[in-house]
């Protein structure tokens, strides 16, 4: 069992950055794959970034890619996702999730409750 706690998100002008960290609790957190989903109002929830167990291999949608970075500390049951250069469109409830590595939400088996990331242009 795994429980997930984001934190870090905010209200940002257009431009700059944010890191948002998920900890997580349970001894199993390394054996998982870790997630970033976001979901903005009237929107489904989309896939953000992914990074594997190990942290040697990391996946982004291309919305994102070269803007944000996301990374995971086994020792401390913490992954982050470093966002750089927000658009007014990366406004969106992100949420922090774990299991097998996959672009595709039902492929994970544990979530967090989100935090709110509001970028004003």
């Known amino acids: 069992q795994v429980q997930l706690v984001e934190s870090g998100g905010g209200l940002v002008q257009s431009g700059e950055s944010l890191r948002l960290s998920c900890a997580a609790s349970?001894?199993?957190?390394?054996?998982?794959?870790m997630g970033w989903f976001r979901q903005a109002p009237g929107k489904e929830r989309e896939f953000v970034a992914t990074i594997t167990w190990s942290g040697g291999a990391t996946y982004y949608a291309d919305s994102v890619k070269g803007r944000f970075t996301i990374s995971r500390d086994n020792a401390k049951n913490t992954v982050y996702l470093q966002m750089n250069s927000l658009k007014p469109e990366d406004t969106a409830v992100y949420y922090c999730?774990?299991?097998?590595?996959?672009?595709?939400?039902?492929?994970?088996?544990?979530w967090g409750q989100g935090t709110q990331v509001t970028v004003s242009s």
């Open positions: 349970g001894r199993a957190f390394s054996k998982f794959a």
């Open positions: 999730t774990a299991g097998v590595l996959s672009r595709t939400s039902t492929d994970y088996h544990y």
